[in-house]
């Protein structure tokens, strides 16, 4: 049974870090594109980050460049996302998603979704 599991999250001071991890059971992540999703309480999924199926493309949304990285560890079958200096409106669940397309802002291009790891940034 294919499943896709995010874990890594927690709660973290202001200016913390923490890594995220997304893993795949029953396929490959190598076929696919894999995005990070983070969803505020009231709020709409957004992109974080994405990585391209042959890892050359990576993106980040502005408010996390040079602070996020996303990348792939092919020999575990997970995708990673490292979260430095975070702020305390990066509070939310953050998810991970497989697409067949391009990285891509649009949710309903992803095909298979995590079930969500809360991230809280608080004092």
């Known amino acids: 049974q294919v499943q896709l599991v995010e874990s890594g999250g927690g709660l973290v001071q202001p200016g913390g870090s923490l890594r995220l991890s997304c893993a795949a059971s029953?396929?490959?992540?190598?076929?696919?594109?894999i995005g990070w999703f983070r969803q505020a309480p009231g709020k709409e999924r957004e992109k974080i980050s994405c990585?391209?199926?042959?890892?050359?493309?990576?993106d980040y949304a502005d408010s996390v460049k040079g602070r996020f990285t996303i990348s792939r560890d092919k020999g575990v079958n997970a995708v990673y996302l490292q979260m430095n200096s975070l702020r305390p409106e990066e509070t939310d669940v953050c998810y991970c998603?497989?697409?067949?397309?391009?990285?891509?802002?649009?949710?309903?291009?992803?095909?298979?979704w995590g079930q969500g790891t809360q991230v809280t940034v608080s004092s």
């Open positions: 990585i391209s199926r042959t890892d050359r493309v990576t």
């Open positions: 029953g396929f490959t992540l190598d076929a696919y594109a």
């Open positions: 998603a497989t697409t067949f397309q391009a990285c891509s802002d649009d949710v309903q291009r992803y095909n298979c």
